[in-house]
């Protein structure tokens, strides 16, 4: 008795952890992507990436432990595909694999935080966005919200998780195809960009080239002032270096033009290289990353939002005009000395399941009560409450 | 020895301090528990001999003390109970003015009171009680015919017109309950040769119910044999009764109602009241148990407001 109370305790504990941690990787996946768009110091972005490789590992054991303890109960099979393993599996090992390990991995080796730049580690940037799959395990936390309303309907219990299911799994599906559209739509964006950009350059080449092929040196300053201001005015070029020119153009500086926050805008924001004949560019590309999570964050907070509010107009709509109706019927037929009639709402009372109720309420119970009798009161103390007994 | 040992004294209070037990009435928790002890009799015995609890007294010898204790303390606690309805919650003076001619108040609430004592003091009589506890300790009286007076439907008029009663709300509530005081006079075996839980017909009860009503004036002469065969008669369906004992069968009802009363019970979302649910049943079976179909409709229609 007092080790079954025990157990009972360490796994309220767990499960109390298991419902803690579910909470804190949804504010992850939140905190990670706004330190990405308000460019947050790179310390809190590895302490993020360090919780959200913690909160993988910590489900993947989770997910490994339920399904040796299934094994030896129900079964696997019937963990998996019944009580919700899918989900706990989607939500662990493969985010594990291919999104927070490898992180953690070249964080190891590089000692640095990879970063959104195009066309590199795009597979990992997609993969971010099934971390998204976190939202399934909220499931798991509807076991705290069963007692807002009908805790005794394993009916509404059931159901509601079923049909969270499918429209949390329908906006995650909807969220993967939107990422990939939206990084091959960025990655157009990014290329056109940059194409735009290499041709203006192609054309400053020429000019150059034409200078060095007049031999009129001393027009390049000219030329350069003409190019940098172009290229102040737009807020994406970060910095403008001249490579490879001839000797005979004679420069104080090669670097010709620097964004005054360069150093932060490179450190702690995505951008790329672009080398174009005597040019060496430095592009931010934060601009359409912006974009990118901006989309997606919406997407997570709609899910959430949606999911919640969900489970508190859906649930309370099908608790009471479905499963709080069965829930007394059956009661009415299990218990003899049940007599508690159904409520029958005058707006609803059309419905098949409020006729049913009516049929109940005035033929089943007035005929039950004729049969019920009385013969013997009923104790509700039992037995069991002796063993309490400290005397 | 037994009386002595303070680990009984524990054991009933363990008892009385379980949380089914507590919310209930002094002698719904005296039923309790003595059903409990005659269906866990064997394993009781068992129990009481094993060293944490009663390992040097014979089980029987601690078990009979148990029972008496426990009814001892029921006894008190619900004649502390009744005396303090009695002379806190009942205007006795509205009896000169149903009868119109004078009563001696003082008198009669003693010969009541004692005759309440007696009545609790005895086991089975006690028990059939029960809901006339629940009914006073409610004070379920008292916000019905509030609600019912103000409604002045089908109740009202019985109970002021046909039952020519023409009293107000307030004294309609202390006359109601001097008649259901009164009204378990019939089970009590002391003054009865038989009682009324024994009859196994309804003429039966009727029988034992007249006879009564006749003992009932004997010891109580202050009171009209009117309010006496009122009282009485609360213990039988309609169909025994004369069309002016709206008030028997208004207790008729309540009685059958606090029968099946639960203090504390939980109510499942989806589902009505207690109240509710027991009339809106009881209208569908009125002719069969003997209701007055228009009081119980009019109580189920009601039942949402008593609060």
Redesign the interface.
């Known amino acids: 008795m007092v080790k079954k109370t025990k157990s009972n305790i360490i796994l309220k504990i767990l499960e109390g952890f298991i419902n803690l941690v579910i909470f804190v990787s949804i504010l992850q996946i939140l905190l990670e992507d706004i330190a990405i768009l308000k460019g947050f110091d790179n310390k809190f972005k590895i302490i993020l990436m360090l919780i959200g490789f913690g909160i993988d590992l910590i489900f993947s054991i989770e997910f490994i432990v339920r399904s040796i303890l299934a094994g030896k109960d129900s079964g696997f099979i019937g963990y998996f595909f019944y009580q919700y393993g899918w989900i706990d599996f989607l939500c662990s090992i493969p985010l594990l694999l291919m999104n927070s390990l490898p992180s953690f991995i070249l964080f190891l080796m590089t000692k640095t935080l990879y970063k959104s730049t195009v066309g590199f580690l795009k597979i990992i940037r997609i993969i971010r966005a099934i971390r998204i799959t976190r939202i399934l395990r909220i499931l798991r936390v509807l076991k705290i919200l069963k007692n807002l309303?009908?805790a005794?309907s394993k009916m509404a219990q059931n159901h509601l998780s079923q049909i969270l299911v499918i429209f949390i799994f329908i906006l995650l599906i909807s969220l993967i195809g939107y990422s990939f559209i939206s990084d091959f739509s960025v990655n157009k964006m990014v290329e056109k960009q940059i194409e735009t950009y290499h041709f203006a350059l192609m054309g400053y080449n020429m000019m150059i080239s034409d200078l060095h092929t007049n031999s009129k040196y001393e027009q390049l300053d000219e030329l350069l002032s003409k190019i940098k201001n172009t290229f102040l005015v737009d807020p994406k070029i970060l910095s403008v270096e001249l490579v490879n020119l001839p000797n005979q153009f004679k420069l104080k500086d090669n670097l010709l033009y620097k964004i005054s926050d360069f150093d932060n805008l490179v450190n702690n924001f995505s951008s790329t290289d672009l080398d174009v004949g005597f040019f060496k560019l430095k592009i931010s590309t934060q601009y359409y990353e912006n974009l990118r999570i901006s989309i997606e964050l919406l997407i997570f907070v709609s899910i959430i939002l949606g999911s919640i509010l969900y489970i508190f107009i859906y649930l309370k709509i099908f608790?009471?005009r479905i499963s709080?109706?069965i829930?007394?019927i059956f009661?009415g037929i299990k218990h003899k000395d049940y007599?508690?009639?159904?409520?029958i709402p005058e707006n609803y009372k059309d419905e098949e399941i409020f006729e049913f109720a009516k049929f109940y309420?005035?033929v089943y119970?007035?005929a039950k009560?004729?049969q019920y009798q009385?013969s013997?009161?009923?104790?509700?103390?039992?037995?069991d409450?002796?063993l309490n007994?400290?005397? | 020895m037994i009386e002595n040992n303070p680990k009984i004294n524990q054991f009933l209070e363990h008892l009385l301090n379980l949380p089914a037990i507590k919310k209930d009435s002094p002698i719904g928790a005296e039923q309790q528990i003595i059903t409990f002890i005659k269906t866990n009799l064997p394993k009781l015995e068992v129990s009481f001999t094993k060293p944490e609890f009663f390992p040097d007294l014979p089980p029987k010898e601690t078990i009979a003390y148990i029972i008496s204790n426990l009814q001892k303390r029921v006894v008190d606690q619900s004649l502390v109970f009744f005396k303090k309805v009695i002379n806190t919650e009942i205007d006795f003076s509205v009896l000169r003015k149903v009868r119109k001619r004078p009563v001696n108040e003082d008198l009669l609430k003693d010969k009541i009171s004692s005759l309440i004592e007696e009545m609790i003091m005895d086991p089975v009589c006690r028990l059939q009680m029960k809901p006339v506890y629940y009914i006073l300790q409610t004070k379920y009286i008292d916000k019905i015919i509030d609600l019912l007076f103000e409604r002045k439907a089908f109740t009202y008029n019985e109970l002021v017109r046909v039952q020519k009663c023409y009293i107000e709300a307030n004294e309609y509530i202390s006359y109601l309950k001097i008649l259901l005081l009164l009204s378990s006079f019939p089970n009590y075996p002391k003054e009865n040769k038989k009682i009324l839980i024994n009859a196994s017909t309804n003429e039966e009860k009727a029988q034992i119910c007249e006879n009564s009503s006749k003992i009932l004036i004997r010891k109580i002469p202050e009171i009209d044999i009117l309010e006496c065969k009122l009282a009485v008669d609360s213990n039988l369906a309609e169909n025994f009764l004369e069309i002016w004992e709206a008030s028997s069968r208004l207790l008729f009802i309540l009685i059958h109602r606090f029968n099946e009363y639960e203090p504390g019970l939980k109510i499942e979302k989806g589902a009505e009241t207690p109240d509710k649910s027991w009339y809106g049943v009881a209208r569908k079976i009125a002719k069969d148990f003997g209701y007055s179909k228009g009081i119980v409709d009019e109580l189920f229609l009601i039942a949402n407001e008593i609060k």
Do not use: A, G, W
């Open positions: 309303q009908n005794s608790v009471s709080d109706v829930y007394i009661k007599f508690l009639m159904v409520r309420n005035d119970l007035p009560k004729k009385k013997e009161e009923k104790s509700k103390i039992s037995i409450d002796l007994l400290d005397l």
